[in-house]
């Protein structure tokens, strides 16, 4: 066959395997849950690629095979780790029978994230973008699209929520605020876990918002906000 007659060479790329595909996701996920670790282990601004990949078990060059730069593991770590914190609160409240008082699961599902290491790591990352431009450019679109779907989740878990307009704002901000106090508490020596009666308070505190009656155009409100 001439020169002239040949195929040219196919220029299509073709799509990894199955299990190419699946052992790339694997490594991905192993080289996000080691940079997490890093965080933990060794603060943000010493959590270096050479660091990640040790911490993975991988050589430098396949990680860099996944993530080409430093700021594209820790793009894609915070996002991990936003997820991780949505699924597990989720998976706490999910499936709870009718009658369940299911703001009390609520409130101990996010208690629960918030004296997780996996929030130190979280307060880690915003501590270190206050003086770190480049990282505050991915955690502040990052954690506003988190708090946006924790909202969310939080009027699935009480629809009933959906109707009280301004009332809702006023007891998730109220909750989110006081939870994450209590949460910062922890981080000093000895700091003390909330009482029971904390908790209590919170609850009854809801409970006393959602059953006042909203006026009429901030019911609407309400309803407006929960379907965007």
Known sequence: MSDRTKPAPSTVQIPPSGWQARKSAATRLQILEATLRCFSKLGYFHTTTPAIAEEAGLSRGAMLHHFPSRMDVVRAAVEHLHAKRLKAFRAAVDGLPAGENRAHVALRAHWDQLRH???????????????????????????????????????????????TGRNFDIGYDLVICAMQGMALNLFRPGGPEPSEEFFRYLESRLDELAREQPAPHEAAQGTRASSN
């Open 117 to 163: 290491p996996l929030y130190a790591v979280f307060m880690e990352l915003y501590v270190a973008a206050r003086t770190d431009p480049e990282l505050a450019d991915i955690l502040t679109p990052a954690e506003a699209a988190f708090a946006r779907e924790l909202r969310e989740m939080a009027m699935e878990v009480v629809p009933e929520w959906r109707v």
